[in-house]
Nanobody, 119 residues
């Protein structure tokens, strides 16, 4: 199993920045990809960004392209989500999740961290 723990959430004014961290532990050697998701109040969970654990390939949702950057530090088993130019609509609980392959769903999830952006 893989354990994931998010940190770095908080409150920020619109236009500000936050950096979220996702620390992975356990059987990380079988990890293919780590993704960030978010769930805003009253909305469905949505994909934000993902990064491959080995090669570092990234993918972003259109709503965050150019503002958010996902990166990883394999030595620390940590994935980061740098969020710039934050908007009130970015307010949500942010979760990181991992999966073992491109055809496998995200299996392991963190507990989430709250991000609140004020206007």
């Amino acid at each position: 199993q893989v354990q994931l723990a998010e940190s770095g959430g908080g409150m920020v004014q619109g236009g500000g920045s936050l950096r979220l961290s996702c620390a992975a532990s356990g059987r990380t050697d079988s990890t293919y990809q780590i993704g960030w998701f978010r769930r805003a109040p009253g909305k469905e969970r949505e994909f934000v960004a993902a990064i491959s654990w080995s090669g570092g390939a990234t993918i972003y949702a259109d709503s965050v392209k150019g503002r958010f950057t996902i990166s990883r530090d394999n030595a620390k088993n940590t994935v980061y989500l740098q969020m710039n130019s934050l908007k009130p609509e970015d307010t949500a609980v942010y979760y990181c999740a991992s999966r073992r392959g491109i055809l496998v769903g995200y299996e392991y999830w963190g507990q989430g961290t709250q991000v609140t952006v004020s206007s």
